[in-house]
């Protein structure tokens, strides 16, 4: 298999695997509420991580805990928010908030015009999946959206430091 097919294939199932993991986190709200299902989330991908990966914790250096504490707060932090927020609002329509940031971000660092083309075309379609009649539409579900999608851009960006 060629390269961009393998990097086509694990984003095609990264995609699939956040946004079926937001749908069946979802379905377990009415049981433990959004606060206990971003733990859960958190506490088995950390469990998950060290199974796989088996860092030397004793090898860190302060900088290295501070780092990790940094970034395991952060993607903490955006994963109750989004959880939050989809308790609020609907799925679909968090998830397209969520998207803003990455496509921003892609379009920011683009220097391609069929990349911008492309972005301009998923803005495009973005717009046709916003309810712009619907005034039921939890402002704070909305504002929490955008609020996950602040922290995760943090977090990338800090990350890439």
Request: charged letters at 10%; proline letters at 3%.
């Amino acid at each position: 298999m060629k390269k961009s097919n393998k990097a086509i294939s694990a984003a095609l199932l990264s995609m699939v695997s956040v946004q079926g993991g937001a749908s069946i986190a979802k379905q377990l709200f009415p049981a433990i509420g959004a606060t206990g299902t971003s733990m859960l989330r958190i506490g088995l991908s950390t469990v998950l991580l060290n199974i796989i990966n088996r860092p030397k914790f004793f090898q860190f250096t302060k900088q290295q805990w501070l780092y990790c504490a940094i970034y395991g707060i952060g993607i903490a932090a955006m994963n109750l928010i989004f959880y939050l927020a989809i308790q609020r609002i609907p799925l679909g329509l968090a998830v397209t908030v969520e998207f803003i940031g990455p496509l921003f971000l892609a379009l920011s660092l683009s220097r391609k015009w069929l990349d911008i083309l492309w972005g301009l075309i998923a803005c495009a379609g973005i717009l046709f999946i916003v309810p712009w009649q619907s005034n039921n539409i939890d402002l704070i579900g909305l504002l929490l959206a955008f609020l996950a999608v602040y922290f995760g851009q943090s977090t990338l960006l800090w990350e890439a430091k």
